[in-house]
């Protein structure tokens, strides 16, 4: 049985993993949408929906997958162009929520994607939510001329978040395990940080090593 799924596509950071398993062997293989289908009028005009079809397509290949082969397929609206050329081309698919072991796996490699980006892995593994868009957005705001390339540009909270007015001062630091948002590095206890303030949808404050501004 094949099972196809996509991770990251509710993630401001990064494009959008997309991942065909054979759940028999284990064999898995998986390519990336690229970040420009986010922006501009790729976005605007949904072209990302499209480039999936040149991903599964092209998966297939590797993988070898037959038509007599069982697909199960995430119900997304990302894969509404897949199904059609299933339809076309003679393959047979179920839409159904994807559990394990696919799960793990693209969820997995989209958490390395988002690693390889600069986001630490810290935040992934002790953070609940890593990838809501306002601890993403907290994330790009301590290295904005940098970080902001790396966003899902064309989203609405983007254009509505994305451009906010920033404040900087100066703090005293009092705690012993604050991290500089920036390179990830301890500030050290009774040091001075740099702080960036900022309204989204609530008061927020980014600090950073002074070095680091």
């Known amino acids: 049985m094949i099972q ?11 494009g959008t993993v997309i991942g065909v398993l054979r759940v028999e062997t284990g064999e898995y293989e998986y390519d990336i ?8 009028i790729n976005f605007e005009e949904k072209a990302y929906i499209d480039y999936v079809v040149v991903i599964i397509r092209n998966l297939f290949k590797k993988l070898n997958v037959s038509k007599e082969e069982r697909i199960e397929i995430c119900r997304g609206y990302m894969f509404d162009r897949v199904i ?13 929520e994807i559990k394990n072991p696919l799960q793990d796996k693209i969820e997995a490699t989209f958490e390395n994607y ?3 980006l600069g986001l630490p892995k810290e935040f992934i593994s002790y953070t609940k939510y890593p990838f809501h868009f ?24 983007w ?16 705690s012993k395990s604050l991290l500089c948002l920036k390179c990830n590095e301890n500030i050290l206890q009774n040091s001075v940080a740099a702080v960036i303030i900022y309204y989204s949808n609530k008061f927020n404050k980014i600090f950073l090593h002074n070095t680091c501004t």
Do not use: M
Not at 84 to 96: A, E, P, Q, V
């Open 4 to 14: 196809i799924d996509d991770a990251g596509s509710g993630s401001l950071l990064g």
């Open 33 to 40: 949408i690229p970040l420009n289908y986010y922006k501009d």
């Open 84 to 96: 059609l050329w299933f339809k076309k081309n003679g393959y047979k698919s179920i839409r159904t």
């Open 114 to 116: 988002a690693i390889s």
């Open 134 to 157: 306002h601890r993403i957005l907290k994330w790009v705001y301590a290295d904005y001329e940098n970080r902001s390339l790396l966003c899902k540009t064309g989203w609405k909270s």
């Open 159 to 174: 254009k509505k978040y994305g451009y906010l007015q920033i404040q900087y001062d100066k703090e005293l630091i009092k």
